[in-house]
Nanobody
Framework: QAQLVESGGGLVQPGGSLRLSCTAS????????MGWYRQAPGKEREYVAS???????KFADSVKGRFTISRDNAKNTMYLQMNSLKPEDTAVYYC????????????????????WGKGTLVTVSS
């Protein structure tokens, strides 16, 4: 049974940084495409970033140049480093996993992935 657990959320001032972690169990982590999504209050869930099994990253335009995504297959853990945070980055951030390859990027952006964590709240405010 797949389990994804996010950590690292919290309150940060505009312009600050935060690193989220996602630890997976119950899946063959090194073979999965992993992703981050977010949902702001009153808005639909949106794609943030993803990383393929061979560590190729993709980003939403809204975070490109500010966020980086990485994975440590030995630790079954994925990371999202968020820099230059803005109030509009405030959201619940969800970790996701999918056995499909990066060829399904368009699907991931629109329909999400097969497995989900419960989310961690990031609040950007002064």
């Amino acid at each position: 049974q797949a389990q994804l657990v996010e950590s690292g959320g919290g309150l940060v001032q505009p312009g600050g940084s935060l690193r989220l972690s996602c630890t997976a169990s119950g899946i063959s982590f090194s073979f999965y495409t992993m992703g981050w999504y977010r949902q702001a209050p009153g808005k639909e869930r949106e794609y943030v970033a993803s990383i393929t099994a061979d560590k190729r990253p993709k980003f939403a335009d809204s975070v490109k140049g500010r966020f980086t995504i990485s994975r440590d297959n030995a630790k079954n853990t994925m990371y999202l480093q968020m820099n230059s945070l803005k109030p509009e980055d405030t959201a619940v951030y969800y970790c996701a996993a999918d056995p499909r390859t990066g060829l399904y990027e368009s699907r991931f952006r629109v329909r999400g992935m097969d497995y989900w964590g419960k989310g961690t709240l990031v609040t950007v405010s002064s």
